[in-house]
């Protein structure tokens, strides 16, 4: 069935409507046979969730990926970095329903563990402090704003040559969180009461699966889908 799933997302275009039907059946069957907290099992409920975002199904795919760090939590004291990633999907998914306040407290617990695992100076680091950025701006928050956007300035302009749309984005919003009410759009944000809804204008996500993250962590943590979890096969 997965082989299936593939299939419907390679054509053109993707049969995203029948992938969720097949992958639906496909998380039922591991839930059932391997449990609910199987690496397998979650990294299938991720790409389930992927799948609900390509149909802007954004309370589905909060649901299943919320459902996935819950696994985590369970388990582990200090929850890995791959679940930091899963929660700035979140915060995206919070961000494009206009809960700016929820997406905000979720960005706010992923940073210091994103500047601890990649580096203060990172692309990593200065993507999530961008996503930041953006939502303070969409809550009005302009001081809270320019900091972490400033930061995620310099880091991209040292690495424009491989970031450029990165920097573009973050001039945008630097010049939309400097000059309120000129909204310099751009490639990046649309007005507080509108934010768009796909795009660069919204926080990207890097989290569970290879195919969405950044060159960056598939050359860090290898292309397979449980990279991240070591070689057991219960999270924990």
């Not at 649901?63 to 915060?91: E, F, T, W």
């Not at 195919?211 to 860090?220: D, G, N, Q, V, Y």
């Amino acid at each position: 069935m997965v082989r299936l799933v593939k299939v419907y997302i390679s054509q053109s275009p993707p049969r995203i409507s029948d992938a969720i039907d097949l992958q639906q059946q496909v998380v039922k069957i591991l839930k059932a046979s391997l449990g609910d907290d199987h690496v397998v099992t979650l990294v299938e409920m991720g790409y389930l969730a992927l799948f609900y975002e390509e149909q802007d199904r954004l309370e589905e795919a909060e649901r299943v990926l919320q459902s996935i760090v819950d696994v985590y939590r369970r388990h582990n004291k200090n929850m890995p970095i791959l679940c930091y990633g899963i929660m700035q999907r979140i915060a995206r998914l919070y961000f494009l329903q206009g809960r700016f306040e929820e997406a905000m407290c979720a960005l706010v617990e992923c940073v210091d563990p994103y500047i601890e695992e990649y580096g203060p100076n990172s692309v990593e680091s200065a993507r999530i402090k961008t996503d930041l950025a953006a939502t303070f701006y969409q809550l009005g928050d302009m001081l809270e704003a320019e900091r972490p956007a400033k930061e995620a300035e310099q880091v991209f302009a040292e690495h424009i040559d491989t970031h450029g749309e990165d920097y573009m984005d973050v001039l945008n919003l630097l010049d939309n969180i400097q000059n309120p009410g000129t909204n310099h759009i751009g490639r990046a944000y649309g007005k507080p009461t509108a934010p768009v809804k796909t795009g660069r204008g919204v926080p990207r996500i890097e989290g569970l699966h290879p195919r969405s993250r950044s060159p960056e962590l598939r050359a860090k943590h290898g292309d397979q889908d449980t990279a991240e979890v070591g070689n057991t096969n219960q999270v924990g």
